[in-house]
């Protein structure tokens, strides 16, 4: 029930195109839900997060998609660049709950060809 | 701008070994955390830590693991007797705020090799 399923596992996409990344929990108390990018030989970083409050929010090129019924979020990431290249992970927290520790989705790792 | 940095970047020792991780949070984050993540796996939670006490952790944070904040500014995860499957990345992370209202930032790792 903590497992946050991410997917696809891969993703190629060709410059100036939309990036599509999927993720799917299970547990009704996560509340918050960040995406963070990584890449190679450096830490994750937040990219944008969302709070099951609202069903989308979009900062500059990347969009979270909420679905609360579905219990599903995507992230969007629009006219893909060369440098948008790295691993992806979607996360959840059940902050409500007093949870202090993310669940990580697996990952996806991201190429955009030029 | 400010950043969580963690030394040493890469460990080797041997099975058996004990092994201590050090991180230097941001300096006015109030909240400390470990993940790891074993090679080409995700990212997972450790513990977290705050005021001077573990607020929470993961069954993966047994008997052989601990964390301490000896002093002002350093924050150390200590494994006691390293397995072979102790093998990954150890990310530090720090935080102003607790959970969802305050920004995780994670330093570059720590990587641990058993043989």
């Known amino acids: 029930q903590q497992q946050v399923k991410q997917s696809p596992q891969s993703l190629i996409v060709q410059k100036g195109g939309i990036s599509i990344i999927n993720c799917a929990y299970e547990?009704?108390?996560?509340?918050?839900f960040p995406w963070y990018q990584q890449f190679p030989g450096k830490g994750p970083a937040l990219l944008i997060a969302i709070r099951p409050d609202v069903s989308e929010k979009k900062e500059g090129r990347f969009t979270i998609s909420f679905n609360k019924s579905a219990k599903q979020f995507s992230l969007h990431i629009m006219d893909s660049q060369p440098g948008d290249s790295a691993t992806y992970f979607c996360a959840a927290l059940a902050s409500g709950g007093g949870a202090d520790g993310l669940t990580f989705g697996k990952g996806t790792h991201l190429i955009i060809q030029p | 701008e400010p950043e969580v940095t963690q030394t040493p970047s890469h460990q080797v020792t041997q099975m058996g070994q004990e092994v201590i991780l050090r991180c230097v949070p941001i300096?006015?984050?109030?909240?400390f955390y470990w993940y790891r993540q074993i090679l080409g796996q995700k990212v997972e939670f450790l513990v977290s830590f705050y005021n001077n006490e573990i607020s929470e952790k993961s069954e993966i944070f047994d008997d052989q693991f601990s964390v301490e904040r000896p002093d002002g500014s350093n924050f150390t995860l200590k494994i006691r007797s390293t397995k072979l499957e102790d093998s990954a990345m150890y990310f530090c992370a720090s935080s102003l705020l607790i959970g969802g209202d305050g920004e995780l930032f994670f330093g570059e790792g720590s990587r641990l090799t058993v043989l």
């Open positions: 547990n009704t108390a996560f509340d918050y």
């Open positions: 300096s006015n984050h109030l909240y």
